[in-house]
């Protein structure tokens, strides 16, 4: 799925009096952390000025990285309008509580929350399915450093998404590689409102690693001097020694590293020579600039050179996103990514680090190669990602899957699409096989959420004095008709699947209500207006229901419910 790059947040050179305020950041620093020595706050972005993403590169090198005081307390959230009506200004007043942190030049997509739609007007939710993750290990970096993330961090699909959900009373249809279930139940934040959860939960058949087809892995790793923490180059390369020792013969790899320079420092190996892979990855050491755009060309064209016919064949690009490239060299990296995404390669990335990280271009260049997107915030997330998920990380069993959901007039007056801000499209592009969209990795599931107000119900939009807008006579019986679209991994044709949703509202299983969780949990750390009075402690009883699943093996959902309370402490 490509994803739109009209806006990406730029932050402004700070002027001579900004070095006032770390004098004064210190000061109220040694008086917090006396009282809360627990107490870590990590800096969010700001939204001092927007501007398109080429203006944004074109700045990167001429910005310096000199730290500008903000607040480091959701009164930012506040002062974001008149941030933007002050685009040059470099000092934000100081907080009413709390301590003031550098800021740092963390850039996220700016998202805009979806609309109420009136079902008379528009009655067609048009999507791509989304199963990226890397918004919820970023937002849960946040949280465990003691602050509340910037709110375009936060996308809600992808925190969904991040879980694992049941799927035995799901429906197979035809000879597709996914199940499809549908429920519609009552809403936990607006009683006379019902929630439509689609969900689709794609086989593994493959479970079993020999089973797994041989795989052609590029390890591309970011060895800027921007990598050399801890929590950047050592981490990944801990990650990438991890899923060495997972490899097999058949298996190949390449190890290659960029900075000033690009180069190849692993020619393609043998999976099961672990040592002398495991001694390249460990001599990596980190300096210089990133020139991301030469290192993707080696990248595809080692991957080309090795490529297995019937195989895997990924790009590994483990990086924090901050590429030093001009517009021009921008716009033909995601050219040579979509290019090369048509031949069989994709592109997943893995993000790490803090401060300078660059979200944004982490998420664009994974949806345009077909990849995934991850945040690796620690060593377990790295093995949840490389390790347990393995298959839906690297076996792709469908592409191009789109989801298409017409509501029924005559039982829906109103509704609204949760999250998925950046993966709607247009009605006709669903039916549009040149149009691009989200892939499903073996056994990965995906779950979208459809707030709905039912007709006769009182919604959120004034009836028309012109359009008709009465409730439109009819069959009621059916509240939507779901279609969804994909295409065989190696495909040009789509398949359609299509089912009828009964106008039926049932209690809500356990693991719905975990679901509905999640989506409150991302809703409120935006800020959602459509939420009424939600709050954390109400997520937190909806979300312990569903808490002890037999599908969460690696008890995620119930750190879910403690970073709902840190949520809770922190608003």
């Known amino acids: 799925m490509n994803i739109s790059t009209t806006h990406i947040p730029r932050t402004a050179n700070p002027n001579a009096t900004s070095k006032v305020w770390p004098l004064l950041s210190v000061l109220s620093l040694s008086v917090i952390t006396a009282c809360a020595p627990q107490s870590k706050i990590t800096p969010a972005s700001d939204k001092a000025s927007t501007t398109t993403l080429e203006t944004a590169e074109q700045s990167i090198q001429a910005d310096a990285a000199a730290p500008v005081v903000v607040m480091a307390t959701p009164a930012m959230a506040e002062s974001r309008q008149l941030s933007k009506m002050t685009a040059n200004a470099s000092i934000m007043p100081p907080p009413s509580q709390g301590y003031m942190t550098p800021k740092q030049q963390e850039n996220y997509a700016e998202i805009e929350p979806n609309a109420v739609n009136a079902t008379s007007e528009q009655a067609f939710a048009t999507l791509s399915i989304d199963t990226d993750t890397g918004s919820y290990a970023n937002v849960r970096r946040f949280l465990n450093q003691g602050q509340l993330p910037p709110k375009d ?3 809600v699909e992808e925190l ?7 799927f035995t009373a799901a429906k197979k249809q035809a000879n597709a590689p996914f199940l499809v279930s549908t429920e519609v139940v009552n809403s936990p934040w607006h009683p006379t409102n019902q929630i439509v959860k689609v969900g689709i939960k794609a086989e593994d058949l493959l479970t079993a690693k020999q089973k797994q087809p041989p ?63 495991l001694n390249a990855i460990d001599n990596l050491t980190a300096s210089g600039s990133t020139n991301g755009e030469a ?11 090795h490529f ?7 790009i590994l690009m483990l990086t924090d996103g901050d ?20 031949k069989g390669i994709s592109l997943s990335t893995l993000g790490f680090g803090q401060g300078n990280y660059n979200d944004h271009m982490m998420e664009q260049v994974a949806d345009n190669g077909n990849g995934n997107y991850s945040y690796i915030d620690s060593l377990s997330e790295a093995k949840k990602v490389l390790i347990d998920e393995m298959s839906a990380t690297f076996n792709t069993v469908a592409k191009d899957v789109k989801i298409q959901l017409e509501f029924n007039p005559a039982a829906v007056s109103e509704w ?6 950046n993966r709607v499209l247009a009605k006709e592009d669903f039916n549009n096989d040149n149009v691009d969209a989200g892939e499903l990795g073996a056994g990965k599931s995906v779950v979208a959420l459809f707030e709905v107000t039912p007709v006769g119900q009182k919604g959120l939009l004034e009836p ?8 439109v006579s009819g069959n009621n019986r059916e509240l939507g008709f779901l279609k969804i679209r994909y295409k065989a991994p190696q495909a040009e044709k789509s398949q359609l699947l299509s089912f009828p949703i009964a106008n039926r509202v049932t209690a809500a299983s356990a693991d719905t209500n975990f679901a509905l969780a999640v989506a409150g949990y991302g809703q409120l750390l935006t800020g959602s207006k459509y939420v009424n009075d939600l709050s954390y402690s109400q997520l937190q009883r909806l979300a312990k229901s569903g808490a002890q699943s037999p599908i969460d093996s690696s008890g995620s959902r119930t750190e879910f419910i403690k970073l709902v309370s840190l949520a809770e402490a922190l608003n």
């Open 416 to 421: 609204r699409l949760i999250g998925y801000e």
């Open 295 to 305: 290192a993707i060309k080696l990248a595809y064209q080692q991957a080309t050179e």
């Open 308 to 314: 297995k016919k019937d195989g895997i064949n990924r």
């Open 215 to 277: 795989a052609n892995l590029v390890f591309l790793v970011d060895v800027s001097g921007s990598m050399d923490t801890e929590d950047k180059l050592q981490l990944a390369k801990s990650s990438l020694k991890m899923l060495t020792k997972q490899l097999r013969a058949q298996d190949s790899i390449t190890l290659i590293t960029y900075a000033g320079n690009t180069k190849v420092v692993l020619p393609s190996t043998p999976g099961n020579q672990t040592q002398k892979i």
């Open 464 to 471: 028309s004095r012109y359009q008709n807008s009465t409730a």
């Open 323 to 342: 590429f030093n490239v001009g517009v021009s060299s921008v716009k033909d990296m995601l050219q040579i990514i979509r290019s090369n995404r048509d």
């Open 160 to 166: 969904i998404n991040y879980f694992n959900y049941d």
């Open 153 to 155: 961090a936060v996308r």
